[in-house]
């Protein structure tokens, strides 16, 4: 894999999306798609990736991860992976009121499904 191209951030920010794309996309020509591990994010490298001149989804394609409204509600809505919120709601309240009747939960993994919701940016 090529690691110079995983970018971490030291928050989740659009201002700190926008400037670690704005470098990357600077040193990287080659690159056709980026991945966001928050919509917060994607709508960062939007803005940094609009100024750059670069076609979305022409030269490159945008993904985020949450479903929020940020993702759907831009120029170009950001195609993103849905959580189902809810889901992880009722089964946290369900393995706390298990654990507070004394009942020690046997699982320590789960899986919620989420959804690949496709929008304009891919």
Same mark, same amino acid.
């Given at each position: 894999? *090529? ?6 951030? *030291?928050?989740? #920010?659009?201002?700190?999306?926008? #400037? ?23 709508? +960062? ?6 100024? !750059? ?10 993904? +985020?991860?949450?479903?929020? !409204?940020? #993702? ?13 919120? *809810? ?28 959804? !690949?919701?496709?929008?304009? #940016?891919?």
């Amino acid at each position: 894999m *090529d690691n110079d191209i995983i970018i971490e951030t *030291d928050e989740v #920010s659009q201002q700190e999306a926008y #400037s670690k794309t704005k470098v990357l996309l600077s040193k990287r020509s080659d690159i056709d798609g980026i991945f966001c591990s928050a919509d917060q994010l994607a709508c +960062g490298a939007l803005k940094a990736i609009y100024e !750059l001149g670069i076609s979305i989804p022409g030269q490159i394609r945008l993904t +985020g991860f949450d479903d929020t !409204l940020l #993702s759907s509600s831009g120029i170009i809505p950001i195609t993103t992976v849905h959580q189902f919120v *809810d889901k992880f709601g009722s089964l946290g309240a369900d393995i706390l009121t298990d654990m507070i009747a004394g009942n020690i939960p046997e699982q320590k993994h789960y899986t919620i499904p989420v959804e !690949l919701v496709k929008r304009a #940016s891919t």
